[in-house]
């Protein structure tokens, strides 16, 4: 058990404002209850701006994983109130989570901002915001999801339909850079199709998950239908990716985890999703209108303190536009302050945690030592909390590890090219393939790099859009499966065919 008392979301909310929620930091989500690890095992979420502990979290061993997938599985069960509510009922629960994320707005971006260490502008603005939209537009989805009718063309007469079953048990298995919109990307959808989850969120940011958790109660969502496994990668989230019980995994993170989820997955057969990292190129063309690509290249790189699996963090500038894109670049880069993540103008916060802000200082490090320069910031700020200046490496080339291995944070690469032909062939040069952006005033030349470029979105005079209705997902190692819009449900779905014999 832990030494310190467990604190509860009133406690860590109490420096801020009096809190409405008297949620259960310290606890599972199992079966509709919040309980302790079977182990009482519990451990520190901290809060990154200042390096202190938050609260203590529960931490489910392997016999916490079972009971919550054994609830999942009852909360299957074909008789079991889930499965006989109508897609309608289910479309109004969806509904009403989203309602509950609006009316929890101020405090649930609070804990995210503490969790994290993001700036409050972007998770009142941004993620909150967005988490409530994803459960909107899923609400749409159960009254919507329909087989189809096959024309048979085997001999005879025969009725030949299709029907769109939910998978079962889903286990999620999510990142800490953006918490509770991972998760709405991941249980909108699944609960949308009609499946039961267990999720588990990163360790280092549990907060919202399970103050979600105490929303679904409030919005009726049946006892076992959604589990929260708080825990460790290497314990909790391998018992979920071993356990015969889970039907399929979906998974964001890291590509090294992505690809052991794989390899354990294919020990039972369970479906796989995987969104994985990205070293997303940013190809500004000399044509551009440079200024605003000057402007959109740092949001595209230092939103969320660049610790974005779609960031531009490599900025390809073709050479004739190069002096006039880099003077504003480097220009507005320097003005970034970090600050207070719940101040309400800070626009930078603080890195997730010690050992990431180290591993990313690193790669400025490892930049110089290629032989890059490092024209803006390169320093961390401060002793207290991880904050880092944000930074622009320049002199760099495609092939050195700061413009090939994913930083995710506060780095910009830099990369001249010489032409249409080199731009493209150098962004491809790459292990990832989530999003590309493209700069140019020219109509034909962007569409054409648009095809060219091996990337799952791809950004035109734009950069770092999402919407819940387009499709999200990776090429090469960013993973496979599409998330978000209609995409997604195939993702949570198998097809049944049904034969009918209409003969004589
Ligand atoms: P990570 O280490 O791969 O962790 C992601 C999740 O997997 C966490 O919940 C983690 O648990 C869990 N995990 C770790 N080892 C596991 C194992 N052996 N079996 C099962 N689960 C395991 O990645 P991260 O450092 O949290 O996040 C950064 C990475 O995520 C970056 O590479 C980034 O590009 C990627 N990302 C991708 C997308 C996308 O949509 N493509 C979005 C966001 C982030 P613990 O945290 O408890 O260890
Ligand atoms: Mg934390």
Request: with cysteine; hydrophobic share 40%.
């Amino acid at each position: 058990m832990a030494e310190t008392p467990t604190a509860t979301f009133t406690d860590i909310l109490a420096a801020i404002k009096p809190a409405k929620a008297n949620p259960k930091p310290g606890k599972l989500f199992i079966n509709g209850e919040f309980v302790d690890a079977r182990s009482g095992k519990t451990f520190a979420t901290m809060n990154p701006a200042t390096g202190e502990v938050l609260t203590n979290i529960a931490e489910a061993g392997a016999e916490d994983v079972d009971l919550a997938v054994k609830a999942a599985r009852a909360a299957f069960e074909e008789s079991s109130p889930w499965r006989k509510m109508t897609p309608r009922d289910r479309s109004r629960m969806l509904w009403k989570l989203a309602d509950l994320i609006r009316a929890n707005a101020e405090e649930l971006s609070e804990l995210e901002t503490l969790d994290t260490g993001k700036p409050i502008f972007e998770s009142s603005r941004f993620d909150i915001p967005l988490a409530a939209e994803c459960f909107e537009y899923y609400a749409g989805w159960p009254t919507k999801i329909t087989g189809e009718t096959i024309p048979n063309t085997a001999g005879g007469e025969a009725l030949v339909y299709t029907l769109r079953e939910p998978i079962g048990v889903c286990g999620q298995i999510i990142p800490w850079n953006f918490p509770l919109q991972m998760l709405a990307w991941k249980v909108a959808p699944a609960l949308a199709c009609g499946n039961t989850i267990v999720l588990k969120p990163a360790e280092q940011t549990p907060l919202t998950a399970l103050r979600f958790a105490e929303l679904t109660l409030e919005a009726g969502i049946p006892a076992g239908v959604f589990n929260v496994v708080t825990g460790f990668g290497p314990t909790t989230g391998a018992a979920m990716v071993e356990h015969p019980g889970i039907d399929k995994i979906a998974f964001t993170g890291s590509v090294e985890v992505g690809k052991e989820i794989m390899r354990t997955a294919a020990k039972t057969l369970k479906r796989v999703s995987l969104e994985l990292g990205g070293k997303s190129p940013n190809l500004v063309f000399a044509d551009a209108d440079l200024d605003t690509a000057a402007k959109y290249a740092l949001g595209g790189i230092f939103f969320n303190q660049g610790e974005m699996c779609t960031a531009g963090s490599r900025i390809f500038v073709e050479e004739k536009g190069y002096d006039e894109f880099m003077s504003v670049l480097r220009g507005r880069a320097a003005k970034m302050v970090a600050g207070d993540p719940l101040h309400p103008k800070t626009r930078l916060g603080a890195l997730i945690s010690a050992e990431h802000l180290e591993r990313v200082m690193s790669y400025v490090a490892i930049g110089r030592g290629e032989g890059a320069s490092v024209a803006v910031g390169g320093e961390r700020i401060g002793s207290r909390g991880y904050f880092m200046q944000p930074t622009v490496l320049e002199g760099v080339t495609n092939s050195m590890r700061v413009a090939q291995e994913e930083i995710f944070g506060p780095v910009a690469s830099v990369i001249k090219f010489a032409d249409l032909e080199e731009g493209v062939r150098e962004a491809n040069n790459s292990e990832f393939g989530l999003a590309a952006a493209i700069w140019t005033r020219d109509i034909k030349k962007a569409h054409r790099v648009a095809r060219s470029v091996k990337a799952g979105t791809v950004w035109i005079n734009t950069i770092s859009t999402t919407d819940n209705a387009a499709p999200f997902g990776g090429y090469k190692s960013s993973g496979f499966g599409r998330e978000l819009g209609r995409a997604a449900i195939d993702l949570y779905t198998e097809t049944k065919t049904v034969w009918v014999d209409l003969n004589g």
